[in-house]
């Protein structure tokens, strides 16, 4: 996806000292953790970028106390970059025994201009992904993959139109070869942005006096994601009705806060 000069900047600093920092104390207290690997769409945001918000940011709000949500998503971000950086062996350095991957590439696997980022859906998109589900299941965690949330795009006539091309359907085959779980955020998605509008889903993107992003949301807009994205982890068994609350209840925007940027 493009970026602003303020992601580009983002790009350049690790989540994985404050990820890795939060797991290992919830793991000293014998809790699981839910670890995320994935994109700016998912991604920890700081004060410098709000009010931009990650999915990642407000998925604890909908979980229970004692499951920690270590989100190692970062911006710019495809499935071959991230292990490209480490960022994946930094995940499986930490992840234990009991604990979930949450995968969710595919905004920046389809940027064939940078080869750096750049994967074909149905093979080495598939391959990379092989890759987060082979590390986590030998290490006792549980992979589970979840297609891209769609951007704001609709048609002359209001039709919500999909963005991410093969990805999606290259992630479903694989989670069935592969026996994942999978969350379909990217066909979740889109239908709620249909139901909402061309208007109205400008209200949960980041729409601002001075940027008309329709690719990473607002306050509102990842609320409302990470509901969809903790929904679909019960609906799909991989959590439990006491792994979750709130999946139907108001959540204030007051909630989401932007830490100061790791110096």
């Known amino acids: ?3 602003s000069r303020r992601q580009v900047a983002a790009v350049g600093i690790s989540a994985v000292p404050l990820a ?11 809790r699981r953790a839910l670890y995320i690997a994935g994109d700016s769409t998912a991604a920890q945001k700081y004060s410098d970028a709000a009010p931009e918000t990650g999915w990642g940011m407000a998925l604890p709000f909908f979980l229970r106390r004692d499951l920690a949500v270590a989100n190692h998503a970062v911006n710019g971000r495809s499935s071959k970059s991230f292990i490209d950086e480490g960022r994946l062996d930094a995940v499986l350095s930490a992840i234990r025994p009991g604990d979930f991957l949450l995968i969710q590439f595919g905004h920046n696997d389809a940027k064939k201009e940078d080869p750096a980022r750049y994967t074909e859906p149905w093979t080495t998109y598939q391959d990379h992904l092989r890759r987060y589900v082979d590390g986590a299941r030998a290490r006792g965690a549980r992979p589970v993959l979840a297609t891209s949330v769609e951007r704001r795009r609709f048609d ?16 479903r ?3 069935a070869e592969e026996g994942v779980a999978l969350l379909d955020i990217q066909a979740l998605s889109i239908a709620r942005w249909q139901e909402l509008g061309v208007e109205e889903t400008k209200k949960y993107f980041n729409w601002t006096a001075t940027e008309q992003d329709n690719t990473h949301f607002n306050p ?8 969809l994205v903790a929904k679909e982890l019960l ?17 204030p925007e007051s909630w989401i806060t932007w830490p100061q940027a790791a110096v």
């Not at 009705?241 to 709130?246: G, I, K, L, Q, T």
């Open 156 to 171: 002359s006539a209001g039709k919500a139109l999909p963005t991410h091309g093969e990805y999606p359907a290259a992630m």
């Open 235 to 251: 609906r799909t068994r991989v959590l439990g009705p006491r792994d979750v609350r709130r999946l139907d209840e108001r959540i």
């Open 173 to 175: 085959a694989l989670a």
């Open 20 to 30: 890795l920092a939060f797991s290992g104390s919830a793991h000293a207290r014998g």
């Open 1 to 3: 996806m493009s970026l």
């Open 220 to 227: 509102p807009g990842a609320i409302e994601v990470a509901r």
